[in-house]
């Protein structure tokens, strides 16, 4: 790409993957502009240039994080980093990709003194959604205090993957957090773990957490998530039960089934039959409970349902379908 591309080559919307020294490259036309950017998304290393090119940004075609073409900048989650960005050249004909920009400034686009602003962000909750809001935050130029309060024990961490590579054994602990840990000093934001929100009181501006400690806020975001539905039933409180939501609990999982022979997992829905595969990579023996008749039918529908069912039942998955769980012995 050094060398010149033949600018007709690409039409709007285009792109061509490339070679800038030892990085992948990606070109890409958006009207009669040209851009160079990382060809692998930073969040998992999607392909860019499988991906789609929308006005003056680019589409990660596996879980559709944007990317302006422009700055390199991560405009939409799952991705937080931004894309190296190389300053193209056109000469008459041809394209020339030059030397790599440098990483932006913090905030290119927030301008801090042109707003009012809250004396202080307190964010409950430490999953994807907290931690790309307090990203957001320092890279739209907030510069008061920010404290993320998470009831997790782990920093926040890269939940999709607790059922999937981490489960199966083939990604390791360190690729599970989002951040280093030295990010969130470097950012200026404070994070309690092991800390959990029990009360707010919006008069007074203040955040009650469950060890008696109190946190003042000018802004509260509440970003809680979601819980797995616990079991109503005789014997769900039992030592043999998991469930799988926090980094902790998948390590639960991981340590129990290095001796576990064989495993009941309740749900064949998306996590549910992850947990399955996973564990069968393992080697443990599944058996699947679940009360509808077809995995997945209801967001996927019955033909591809049955497929999925049929994929996992090769794979060695024991199905119990149309049942539930009534207690544990
Ligand atoms: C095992 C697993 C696999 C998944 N796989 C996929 C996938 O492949 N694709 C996909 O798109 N989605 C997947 N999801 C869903 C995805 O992880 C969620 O949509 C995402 O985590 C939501 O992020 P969030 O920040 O809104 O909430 P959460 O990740 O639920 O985070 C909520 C945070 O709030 C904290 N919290 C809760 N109550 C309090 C309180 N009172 N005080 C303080 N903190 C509190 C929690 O401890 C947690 O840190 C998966 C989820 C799980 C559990
Ligand atoms: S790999 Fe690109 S959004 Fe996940």
């Known amino acids: 790409m050094t060398l010149g591309v033949a600018a007709d080559s690409l039409s709007s919307g285009g792109t061509l993957l490339g070679r800038v020294g030892d990085d992948d490259a990606l070109l890409a036309r958006a009207g009669d502009r040209f851009f160079a950017v990382g060809a692998h998304c930073t969040h998992y290393h999607g392909p860019l240039a499988e991906g789609l090119v929308v006005g003056d940004t680019v589409r990660c075609p596996l879980h559709h994080a944007c990317f302006s073409l422009e700055t390199g900048e991560a405009l939409r989650a799952p991705a937080l980093d931004p894309l190296a960005c190389w300053r193209v050249e056109r000469r008459g004909a041809m394209v020339f990709v030059r030397e790599k920009m440098s990483e932006l400034p913090p905030g290119p ?58 489960l199966a054994g083939e990604a390791q602990d360190d690729w599970i957090p989002m951040w280093p840990s030295d990010a969130y000093a470097q950012r200026h934001i404070e994070l309690l773990l092991g800390s959990r929100v029990s009360s707010i009181d919006p008069g007074a501006r203040t955040v009650l957490l469950e060890n008696g400690s109190r946190r003042d806020f000018g802004a509260l975001l509440i970003a809680t998530g979601a819980d797995p539905v616990r079991f109503p039933i005789p014997g769900a409180d039992s030592m043999q039960v998991f469930y799988l939501r926090s980094f902790a609990d998948s390590r639960a999982i991981v340590e129990r089934a290095r001796t576990a022979k064989h495993v009941v997992v309740v749900g064949a829905s998306f996590i549910g039959l992850e947990v399955s595969a996973a564990l069968r990579t393992r080697g443990v023996a599944v058996d699947v409970v679940a009360p509808e008749h077809v995995p997945l039918e209801r967001v996927m529908g019955t033909e591809v349902g049955r497929f999925v069912q049929s994929l996992h039942a090769a794979h060695g998955v024991v199905f119990h379908l149309g049942e539930t769980v009534t207690s544990v012995a």
């Open 109 to 166: 686009r927030g301008s801090a003194g042109s707003r009012e602003h809250p004396s202080s962000i307190v964010i409950a909750g430490g999953g994807a959604a907290g931690l790309a809001a307090a990203d957001m935050l320092r890279r739209e130029r907030y510069e008061g205090p920010i404290v993320l309060v998470s009831a997790d024990e782990d920093p926040p961490v890269d939940r999709p993957n607790l059922s999937k590579d981490y």
